[in-house]
């Protein structure tokens, strides 16, 4: 299991991959390669990448290590049952940038979180919809752009009119990362990607206890 | 004292009548005329046209001969979509991870593309502002022209899996910027600015701008320097304290700080540069005028004393900003020596 997650680490993506077919070989079950292989390399990496330490590269290397390992493990994507909470990402409508949220995407997906992607460009009613759909504990939004901010405003009443007041908001990206969770209408802005996914594990925790 | 002058004087730290103040208003001078943004990014006559009337409006100090970050990409084969309101995007990359290198070359900068129209743009701000304000051009820097060819995510994995071949990208994209910014300072342009936010550290590790950027930078800056840049501006967004040790190297003149930056410490890293910046850009959409126009006046107090210091926006102003918020930005150089 170190090897794997000191592969992982490198972002050595054929390495990892390769310890993690010598565990799944030996007997070791997926969902001990998931909680103690990719989910211990990401909090390692977390705790290394502060807000005042952190840099694109080094997290998607990890992150496609990752990436390669579980989808060998779950094809599908993680099983709900075996998932510490699904959440809905996107980049609103207007905003095709979409390497930010694909970090997030990483990062959740590592730390095993269930994760469902609508990709780029969504509309408000998408978002919510996939959130009403995959029964999401969280939405989250990653916007480049300014001009997506009255879009991110409307998705707390779109929820609320959906009887989904309870899901929690989270935003995040260059553009809404300069802004107050009041001024955007949302639960929490994250400043990176590590920074929203500890938040998110709080918010998990603290409603599962 | 004009706006050239007053610039002039700020870069070589001698004392001027006030402080200059240059916000980045791009592409929120269409808005402010009623233009609709994506015929000011086709129309060099019209871009020039707003351009000078935001400043005699606003009252700053230099104008842009900038369209928009796909300007160059787009010239090199990548296809773009103009969302109304907003900049374009690339909607086809013009390289495939695939494809090689070698395929794509430089483009021209009087033919290809909407880079006549900035000339164009470039050469009547020029005509119009002789001697009295700088002509501010922007070219795409290698790191983030790399990322619109091939796409940022394919371009960064590209780094680290065939090494040599992303630095054949980065030299094609520097050589793209050398013609480019060449031929905006022949067009009338004094001022250049390299815009690379695909270069911050929030992007790439200090390494990576030190070793592979950095040099780059550097040689873009002496070609506009012979080329007869009367400054070179270098533009990374987001918290770039890990890479201003690196900066002095590159011989930028002017160092644009994101509002994340101290630009006390960025003072004592550089003390050399001119340093611009670095009010938060969002503030002039979200903020009220009176918080735009405190936060000016505190950057003023805090560094006009040092001589080179130009106080701006730390990136863009976006072009749904609040005109008032733009003019209380102004306002706060003004009575200040």
């Known amino acids: 299991m170190r090897q794997l997650i000191r592969t992982l680490i490198e972002g050595d993506s054929d390495a990892a991959l390769t310890a993690a077919r010598r565990l799944r070989a030996a007997g070791v079950p997926d969902e001990r390669i998931v909680s103690e292989g990719l989910e211990s390399a990401m909090e390692q990496v977390d705790a290394k990448c502060t807000v005042e330490a952190f840099n694109l590269l080094e997290v998607m290397l990890v992150g496609r290590a990752v990436t390669v390992v579980a989808s060998e493990h779950y094809p599908s994507g993680v099983p709900r049952e075996h998932g510490r909470a699904t959440v809905v990402i996107g980049s609103p ?30 509309p408000v009613d998408a978002l919510v919809d996939a959130v009403e759909r995959e029964h ?74 | 004292m004009n706006s050239l002058e007053r610039v002039a004087a700020t870069l070589r730290f001698a004392k ?27 129309d060099g006559a019209l871009l020039a046209h707003c351009q000078i009337e935001a400043r005699r409006e606003y009252g700053y100090d230099a104008v842009f001969a900038f369209m928009d970050t796909a300007l160059e990409a787009e010239a090199m084969g990548c296809r773009l979509e103009f969302p109304e309101g907003q900049y374009p995007d690339v909607t086809a990359c013009a390289l495939s991870p695939d ?71 980065l030299d094609l994209t520097t050589e793209v910027a050398r013609r480019h910014g060449q031929a905006l300072l022949s067009a009338g342009a004094q001022v250049a600015v390299v815009f690379e936010p695909a270069a911050s550290p929030v992007v790439v590790p200090a390494a990576f701008f030190r070793e592979l950027l950095a040099p780059r930078i550097a040689a873009l800056f002496a070609a506009y ?30 160092v644009n700080l994101d509002y994340e930056v101290d630009p006390d410490e960025a003072g004592r890293i550089l003390p050399h540069a001119c340093l611009d910046g ?18 000016g006046r505190r950057l003023v107090a805090r560094l006009a004393g040092r001589g080179g210091f130009i106080l701006s926006s730390g990136c863009e102003i976006p072009p749904e900003a609040r005109p008032e918020n733009i003019a209380a930005l102004v306002s706060a150089v003004r009575g200040r020596s």
């Open chain 1, 136 to 209: 999401a504990a969280a939405l989250l939004v990653s916007g480049l752009l300014t001009t997506v901010i009255p879009r991110v405003r409307r998705l707390r009443p779109a929820l609320a009119e959906r009887g989904l007041t309870h899901v929690k908001l989270l935003a995040g990206g260059a553009a809404l990362r300069q802004a107050t969770p009041e001024q955007l209408e949302v639960d929490q802005v994250a400043q990176t990607a590590f920074d929203g996914a500890r938040w998110l594990d709080a918010v998990v925790a603290r409603e599962r206890a």
């Open chain 2, 225 to 254: 320097k012979a080329a007869g840049a009367l400054a070179t501006w270098l533009h990374v967004a987001g918290d770039v304290t890990p890479i201003l040790p690196y900066y002095e190297r590159t011989g930028a003149d002017i």
């Open chain 1, 93 to 122: 409508e207007g905003d095709v940038h979409d390497l930010g949220k694909n970090i997030v995407t990483m990062v959740l997906r590592g730390k095993g979180y269930r994760v469902c992607d609508l990709g780029r460009n969504c």
């Open chain 2, 99 to 169: 494809t090689p290198i070698g395929e794509l070359a430089p483009p021209d900068p009087r033919r290809d593309g909407r880079l006549p129209e900035l000339l164009r743009a470039t050469g009547l701000l020029r005509s119009e502002l002789d001697g009295e304000a700088p002509v501010v051009a922007v070219v795409l820097g290698p790191m983030s022209l790399a990322g619109q060819l091939m796409g940022t995510e394919t371009a960064l994995y590209l780094a680290v899996d065939e090494p040599e071949r992303f630095e054949e990208l």
């Open chain 2, 16 to 42: 001027a009548d006030r402080t200059p103040v240059i916000p980045q208003v791009f592409a929120h001078a269409a808005v402010r005329a009623g233009v609709p943004i994506v015929d000011y990014l086709h």
């Open chain 2, 278 to 295: 670095n009010v938060r850009s969002l503030a002039f959409v979200l903020d009220v005028a009176d918080e735009v126009a405190a936060e």
